[in-house]
């Protein structure tokens, strides 16, 4: 399934209106994730790599602790991801629904988002323009054209991509990242950086916490929560990381 599909638009530009030209835009369409059978969370997605996007999001939520066989159900129902189970715990009779825009908007209290991970390892020690300049090396085929997806990187301490996704919502984009690096035995990320393309939530600080990962940065700014969250974790945030230059909040000695 593709991630963008052309549109028929009609604009103005520089005071000359024009129509009958095509632009390409994001796909945005739900995945109901399923374990051992009975749903249990949809998201709005760019459609593409669901099962790391199912294995990435159950992981941050603690619900598995190792890669399962995952994908499309024997029913062969569209938009639908099959994972199998059991899982690590029960989470109740809550079930989640996420937006593009937001990864925890089905919580229903802050101690539900609490993070259930260890204090972040020493990692690497990182030059601060490698940082600053992360953000150049993620690859966004995506956004080139169409300009409305995010993106998410995981690194090396040399700055190399180890591998990249992209989504409408920068929840999934992490969540694909890290189902990924579940399915080829790198977690937890304890010699890793992450990146990402925009700014530096709440929910991203905790997903990069859960996967083990001691540096994340962001080419957006972070919030308060975030900073607070790596803070406590012992995470690297750096933020504002554009043009040469980056932002660093928290844990400061990993950055050379």
């Not at 992981?59 to 890669?67: A, K, N, R, S």
């Not at 609490?114 to 020690?125: C, H, S, T, Y």
Request: proline letters at 8%; aromatic letters at 4%; glycine letters at 14%.
């Amino acid at each position: 399934m593709p991630d963008s599909v052309s549109v028929r638009i009609r604009g103005l530009h520089a005071a000359v209106e024009y129509e009958g030209f095509e632009d390409a835009v994001a796909v945005e369409e739900p995945l109901e994730i399923r374990v051992g059978g009975v749903p249990l969370a949809v998201t709005m997605r760019t459609p593409g790599h669901d099962e790391e996007l199912a294995l990435g999001f159950l992981y941050g939520e603690g619900l598995v602790d190792g890669p399962r066989p995952a994908g499309p159900p024997a029913d062969l129902a569209a938009n639908v991801v099959e994972v199998e189970g059991p899982l690590r715990r029960e989470p109740g009779a809550r079930r989640f629904y996420t937006t593009s825009s937001c990864g925890v908007c089905g919580k229903g209290a802050l101690e539900e988002v609490a993070v259930d991970a260890p204090e972040a390892g020493p990692g690497p020690v990182v030059p601060r323009d490698l940082l600053a300049r992360l953000p150049e090396r993620l690859r966004q085929p995506g956004f080139d054209r169409t300009g409305g997806l995010h993106a998410t990187g995981l690194f090396t301490p040399g700055g190399e991509p180890v591998v990249c996704r992209e989504d409408v919502g920068r929840h999934n984009a992490m969540d694909k990242v890290v189902g990924r690096a579940l399915l080829d035995g790198l977690l937890p990320l304890r010699d890793a950086i992450l990146c990402v393309s925009g700014r530096l939530s709440f929910e991203l600080v905790q997903k990069a916490a859960v996967a083990g990962a001691p540096i994340l940065v962001g080419v957006g700014a972070p919030s308060s929560l975030a900073i607070e969250l790596a803070a406590d974790r012992g995470l690297t945030l750096g933020g504002f990381a554009r043009g040469g230059r980056i932002n660093i909040y928290t844990g400061t000695d990993r950055v050379g």
